[in-house]
């Protein structure tokens, strides 16, 4: 039913599932960091409609309101046009400085094990939103750092002439030589 996406077949991974799509759309933002998508067909029609995307993945649905859906995990379109750049022969098309302004990693290297890690994430996130065994992410320990007081905006001036963020030595007078060099 999807087709093939250019950045190949290790990139693709199908499941089946009997919920309804928004309710695993649900889910998946809800419990997994996905944003939720329009339902919107980014490879042509009948190649998928995307319901849920992270990282450069997304989730996409064969058919909005089938009884039994048919579910893939593949890279966005702009994720599978570096893949499929670096799988073609093409991957010295981009500079490291291109790579880490589109993706944040600074070599192919970085970049194919981080979507690899990226993939398989998002493969495990439907899965566990499939079965129903996904659960929101423990929340992390918030660490109060400490509040440093900066004496000199936190004290008040005598007179500050409504500047009361400047020091007190700040406003003074600086004499100037009559005719300095930009005067010219």
């Keep these: 039913m999807f087709g093939l996406y250019p950045a190949g077949p290790a990139w693709?991974?199908?499941?089946?599932?009997t919920s309804s799509a928004t309710d695993i759309q649900q889910l998946l933002v809800k419990h997994a960091g996905f944003t939720a998508a329009l339902f919107h067909q980014p490879y042509g029609?009948?190649?998928?409609?995307?319901?849920?995307?992270?990282?450069g993945f997304v989730v996409m649905v064969h058919e909005r309101d089938a009884a039994e859906l048919e579910l893939v995990v593949a890279p966005d379109v702009e994720m599978t046009n570096l893949l499929w750049s670096?799988?073609?022969?093409?991957?010295?098309?981009?500079?490291?400085?291109?790579?880490?302004?589109?993706?944040?990693c600074e070599s192919w290297e970085k970049l194919l094990k981080l979507s690899g890690t990226r993939f398989a994430a998002a493969c495990t996130a439907l899965e566990r939103a499939i079965?129903?065994?996904i659960a929101p992410p423990a929340p992390e320990a918030v660490v109060a750092a400490p509040v440093a007081v900066d004496r000199i905006v936190s004290s008040s001036f005598p007179d500050d002439d409504d500047v009361p963020w400047l020091p007190s030595d700040y406003l003074?007078?600086?004499q100037f030589a009559e005719g300095?060099?930009?005067d010219r």
């Design 172 to 174: 003074q007078d600086v």
């Design 45 to 55: 029609v009948a190649r998928g409609f995307v319901i849920a995307v992270r990282h």
């Design 12 to 17: 693709v991974r199908h499941f089946n599932a």
């Design 86 to 104: 670096h799988s073609n022969g093409y991957a010295s098309q981009w500079s490291a400085r291109e790579l880490k302004a589109l993706t944040a």
């Design 180 to 182: 300095l060099s930009c």
């Design 131 to 133: 079965d129903g065994t």
